[in-house]
């Protein structure tokens, strides 16, 4: 009997040992993407909330009256200014703004001018973003990748040719 006992004992042992194991390997996945990888949500979610989606490609910027498009691996703009295309690329993808709240905003309506719009296409999608704006003397007020109201105090000549 002793036998049998000490054997079901390590059998009971190697058993338990199996399930935690088991159990380890399941949560393996979640404990690689809590720990080791890098969060792009610390990005996407931060203080300072981009104005275009800073994980896509951009291809172009459409406004009323002019456009900024990348094509054969440099950028161009229907509009000259006195800064590159480039350039005014690079201020657009890297623009973020200070969050304005829904009430705030409905403050602020009745003193804004009629909206404009952008039209903003990325590599990877089939339909553009549009980005609707206000734009008044001290800030612009647009509406960012992540359908948020943003503040931006920046001077025309910033993000205009």
Known sequence: MRVSTSRRRRWNNIMILGIIAFIMLLNLPTVIKTYLIEDDSAVL???YPYLLNPLSELRALHFSNWSLEFQDGHWN???QGSVSAAELAK???????TRVDG???????PQLSSPSTIEVWYQDQEEPQRITFYQA???WLLKNWQDQWIAISVEPEYLLP
């Open 103 to 109: 009430q705030t905003f409905d403050s602020l309506k």
């Open 45 to 47: 979610s931060g203080d």
């Open 137 to 139: 003397p001290k800030f």
């Open 77 to 79: 703009m229907t509009r």
């Open 91 to 97: 201020r657009w993808r890297s623009l973020v703004g």
